[in-house]
Nanobody, 122 residues
Framework: QVQLVESGGGSVQAGGSLRLSCVVS?????MGWFRQAPGKEREEVAH???????RYADSVKGRFTISKDNAKASLYLQMNTVKPEDTAMYYC???????????????????WGQGIQVTVSS
């Protein structure tokens, strides 16, 4: 089992920045951030594998950065130049399966945080 607890969400104006944190009981082979807006499917925003390789959704590439701190047992999502369309519930996720180069659907992941709301106003 892996426990994941997100923090750092909230409201921010368009063009601003926000950092999401996820405290983990342990890291797995693949760690990811997902988001789900009302009426939309949950989508992978970014993932990070054990070798440090990352992958980003086209919609956030160049604006968001996924990283981790082993000493703090934490996964991060740095969100810069946010847009109103970034508004969603954000989830931290983990799986022992290999990340790979392609975006992964939510069933790929076994463990999930409770989610945290991010609201971007224009």
């Amino acid at each position: 089992q892996v426990q994941l607890v997100e923090s750092g969400g909230g409201s921010v104006q368009a063009g601003g920045s926000l950092r999401l944190s996820c405290v983990v009981s342990r890291f797995t082979a693949c760690m990811g951030w997902f988001r789900q807006a009302p009426g939309k499917e949950r989508e992978e925003v970014a993932h990070l594998d054990r070798d440090g390789d990352t992958r980003y959704a086209d919609s956030v590439k160049g604006r968001f950065t996924i990283s981790k701190d082993n000493a703090k047992a934490s996964l991060y999502l740095q969100m810069n130049t946010v847009k109103p369309e970034d508004t969603a519930m954000y989830y931290c996720a983990a799986t022992e399966r290999w990340c790979g180069l392609n975006p992964r659907p939510s069933p790929w992941y076994s463990y999930w945080g409770q989610g945290i709301q991010v609201t971007v106003s224009s």
